[in-house]
Nanobody, 125 residues
């Protein structure tokens, strides 16, 4: 059974950091683009960061560039999102996603095939 399971969300103060993890089970991620999306209350879901299957192509939403870093460990079937210098505008439910066909660039603006259930990130003082 295909499953993506996020963890690492929580509540932090502005300027804090969190590291999200997403473990994939049911298939190996070696040939999949992987990415992170988020949805804030009352807003549409948006792509945050995506990475190609080879790991050599990454894309970031402008507002997170320089603060967030996506990485993957295919040996652990896991994708990570390191989030630093968080601000209240980063508050959202964060979802990981995987797709065997979309490139990293198309994934972050498209509709990946597989999704996790989401993890809440709240940034507040």
């Amino acid at each position: 059974q295909l499953q993506l399971m996020e963890s690492g969300g929580g509540s932090v103060q502005p300027g804090g950091s969190l590291r999200l993890s997403c473990v994939v089970s049911g298939f190996t991620v070696d040939y999949y683009s992987l990415g992170w999306f988020r949805q804030a209350p009352g807003k549409e879901r948006e792509g945050v960061s995506c990475m190609s299957s080879s790991g050599d192509i990454t894309g970031y939403k402008d507002s997170v560039k320089g603060r967030f870093t996506i990485s993957r460990d295919n040996t652990k079937n896991t994708v990570y999102l390191q989030m630093n210098n968080l601000n209240p505008e980063d508050t959202a439910v964060y979802y990981c996603a995987a797709d065997p066909w979309l490139s990293a660039e198309h994934m972050c603006v498209g509709e990946p095939r597989y999704w996790g259930q989401g993890t809440q990130v709240t940034v507040s003082s």
